[in-house]
């Protein structure tokens, strides 16, 4: 049995079942049958991959995980808009790599491995005191997404590991871990004020290229080029 997310990414992508139908060519009562599906058919599956790329998406995610992997997300980037802070500054008060606020600021976290992270370095409780709030006022359970970044086999094949990595590019080893553990999200465009967009080219600067650090560049274009350049080959989510 297989269960599909199709209601859930039409909403997201503002469209009705029915304007989905239309747009698809995919039958509505066939788009309203598929939440569940018993049986996986050649037809059901053509007619998937109409809806999934109508909907912009892969269509292996529109399927639901059977079991659900428990991640949290941050609400960084929201809190500190409200105190008028940016992330350098954030990183500055705070003490924590620029390159971990911005990790924290888009992609979820699974839950196993936050709190290892915490144990041993306590970035949200450090982030959390400079923002005026709780950890738990930042946490969103959320699905953990379904892609990831083979950071590992990438290194091998260059005779690197996570440490050497992390020297070359000037990163702390916790975050070369976090690209290398969690499973990717595509990244959140927090570039709801300008200045945020150039506050966060900060802790690009020293690891990117000058002809890639356009002013007009948001965060999600910054992050998606910065991982292009660490894994050596354009992520098919940043495409």
Request: net charge negative; proline share 4%; with cysteine.
């Amino acid at each position: 049995m297989i269960t599909l997310s199709i209601q859930q990414f039409a909403e997201d992508n503002n469209l009705s079942l029915e304007e989905l139908s239309q747009h698809s060519n995919v039958a509505l009562e066939d788009i309203q049958s598929y939440a569940i599906i018993e049986t996986l058919t050649d037809e059901i599956a053509t007619n998937l991959r109409k809806i999934a790329s109508e909907l912009n998406v892969s269509v292996l995610e529109l399927v639901k995980p059977i079991l659900k992997q428990g991640a949290l997300r941050f609400k960084i980037f929201e809190m500190i808009q409200n105190k008028d802070l940016t992330i350098e500054e954030l990183s500055k008060l705070s003490g924590v790599h620029p390159a971990i606020v911005a990790f924290y600021s888009t992609q979820p976290i699974n839950e196993h491995k936050f709190n290892e992270m915490e144990r041993k370095n306590k970035y949200l409780t450090k982030i959390s005191e400079v923002i005026g709030c709780s950890t738990e006022e930042l946490k969103v359970e959320t699905d953990q997404p379904i892609i990831k970044l083979d950071v590992k086999k990438w290194a091998e094949k260059r005779g690197l590991n996570l440490d050497d990595i992390s020297l070359l590019t000037g990163l702390p080893l916790d975050f070369i871990d976090l690209i290398s553990t969690q499973y990717i999200d595509e990244p959140i465009d927090i570039s709801c004020k300008e200045s945020s967009s150039r506050n966060l080219l900060g802790f690009m600067s020293e690891n990117l290229p000058a002809a890639l650090l356009p002013p007009q560049k948001t965060p999600k274009e910054i992050f998606c080029q910065w991982l292009e350049i660490t894994i050596g080959k354009k992520i098919w989510i940043c495409k």
